[in-house]
């Protein structure tokens, strides 16, 4: 596979999976703690969080500690409710983006937010209530949040994700189709392309010239099919088991990763949204080993 080690890197989400199938920042264990094990496990980047109270340079320094380099982040938004929350979204994404700025991280993804009781997250994966009223709505929130992201130099990659209004692969086309490849990118999840019964990779092939990055996942191909034909919630389809580490599900990685440009030059993000191993350090290992065997010094 086309994986080259020096662009490789984790978003160690193994620690924040919750009981109850979604996301808890707080029971991530201490930055250098989780540093420590992705050093252990011979994975040398991870998806850059600053923390709040550390300034770029003071992460940065922090990483370096441990051989660790930043990779691309991750900025989140929703349909505003009135100009305030626009302005709260705006603020954040220009935040992120001079923290990456700062970090020397050239591409930041973008994606629609979600939250525990939204329309997509209870019916999720098949484009629950699409309405295109709503949908270009969506896009042309992503455009504006793009746009002030590249003001910073920082190139905004657009991230489909299930449980939002913008999760299946029409939906992602329409977004990429109607806005300008100098305004967004493209940052495609295999793994939440997949599980909304999408192609990611003839996406990544169709959009080659706007990928800037990739997230690497696996999951249980079946599972999905049977939660989507069942209306399963999104909780309940991921602790029913729909994830796994690289390699130890069935999802197409090495076609996905194959159909990336020759001369690709982005990132690569291994994310594991909920380990199927014992403890989050056994499945960050376990991804360890999948990159030792596949990517390429």
């Given at each position: 596979?086309?994986?080259?080690?020096?662009?490789?890197?984790?978003?160690?989400?193994?620690?924040?999976?919750?009981?109850?199938?979604?996301?808890?920042?707080?029971?991530?264990?201490?930055?250098?703690?989780?540093?420590?094990?992705?050093?252990?496990?011979?994975?040398?980047?991870?998806?850059?969080?600053?923390?709040?109270?550390?300034?770029?340079?003071?992460?940065?320094?922090?990483?370096?500690?441990?051989?660790?380099?930043?990779?691309?982040?991750?900025?989140?938004?929703?349909?505003?409710?009135?100009?305030?929350?626009?302005?709260?979204?705006?603020?954040?994404?220009?935040?992120?983006?001079?923290?990456?700025?700062?970090?020397?991280?050239?591409?930041?993804?973008?994606?629609?937010?979600?939250?525990?009781?939204?329309?997509?997250?209870?019916?999720?994966?098949?484009?629950?209530?699409?309405?295109?009223?709503?949908?270009?709505?969506?896009?042309?929130?992503?455009?504006?949040?793009?746009?002030?992201?590249r003001t910073h130099g920082i190139t905004p990659a657009f991230h489909p994700h299930v449980g939002t209004w913008a999760e299946t692969e029409e939906e992602t086309r329409f977004v990429l189709d109607t806005v300008d490849a100098s305004v967004l990118g493209f940052g495609p999840d295999m793994g939440h392309l997949a599980w909304a019964g999408g192609d990611a990779a003839?996406?990544?092939?169709?959009?080659?010239?706007?990928?800037?990055?990739?997230?690497?996942?696996?999951?249980?191909l079946g599972l999905a099919a049977q939660a989507r034909e069942a209306g399963w919630d999104y909780r309940k389809t991921v602790l029913a088991g729909l994830w796994s580490e690289p390699g130890h599900g069935n999802a197409d990685i090495e076609g996905f990763v194959g159909a990336l440009p020759d001369d690709f030059d982005g990132w690569l993000i291994i994310e594991v949204d909920r380990g199927a191993r014992p403890s989050p350090e056994e499945s960050v290992r376990l991804c360890g080993e999948w990159a030792t065997r596949h990517a390429r010094p």
């Open positions: 596979m086309k994986i080259r080690q020096d662009r490789l890197a984790i978003n160690p989400l193994q620690w924040v999976a919750s009981a109850d199938g979604w996301i808890d920042p707080t029971l991530a264990p201490s930055l250098d703690r989780q540093l420590e094990v992705i050093r252990d496990a011979g994975i040398t980047a991870l998806h850059s969080a600053v923390p709040g109270d550390m300034t770029p340079g003071a992460y940065a320094a922090r990483l370096a500690d441990h051989g660790i380099s930043p990779a691309p982040g991750y900025i989140p938004v929703r349909l505003p409710g009135d100009e305030a929350e626009l302005r709260t979204f705006r603020d954040n994404a220009a935040r992120v983006a001079e923290q990456h700025a700062a970090l020397g991280v050239p591409t930041v993804f973008l994606a629609m937010g979600m939250a525990k009781d939204a329309e997509r997250v209870v019916r999720p994966a098949v484009g629950h209530l699409a309405d295109r009223d709503r949908l270009e709505r969506v896009r042309d929130l992503l455009a504006e949040i793009a746009g002030v992201i003839q996406l990544v092939r169709d959009y080659a010239d706007r990928v800037a990055s990739v997230h690497i996942k696996d999951l249980d």
